[in-house]
């Protein structure tokens, strides 16, 4: 069994800095992308960072240039360092990770930025 572990969320200042981090444990022999979504309140879930390797990596519009995701295979962990947060980055981010052929999702970390 298969399990995404979140961990690294919190309340920041507009402006700050927060690092997710996203842990797969379980029977894993491939992992294909892994990628981090939100959702706010009252909003549909959608796409923030998405990467299956170095040089194929996707960013919503709305964070390029202010976030960066990367992935370290050896401890199937993927991170997204968030700089220059806005309140409008306020949410529950969840990781999404494609392994084995199947699509599995962290429980969800909150990150609130305040004004």
């Known amino acids: 069994q298969v399990q995404l572990v979140e961990s690294g969320g919190g309340l920041a200042q507009a402006g700050g800095s927060l690092r997710l981090s996203c842990a797969a444990s379980?029977?894993?022999?491939?992992?294909?992308?892994m990628g981090w979504y939100r959702q706010a309140p009252g909003k549909q879930r959608e796409l923030v960072a998405r990467?299956?390797?170095?040089?194929?990596?996707n960013y919503a519009d709305s964070v390029k240039g202010r976030f960066t995701i990367s992935r370290d295979n050896a401890k199937n962990t993927v991170y997204l360092q968030m700089n220059s947060l806005k309140p409008e980055d306020t949410g529950v981010y969840y990781c999404?990770?494609?392994?084995?052929?199947?699509?599995?999702w962290g429980q969800g970390t909150q990150v609130t930025v305040s004004s």
């Open positions: 999404r990770g494609e392994i084995a052929g199947n699509v599995y």
């Open positions: 990467i299956i390797s170095l040089s194929r990596i």
């Open positions: 379980g029977s894993i022999f491939s992992i294909g992308a």
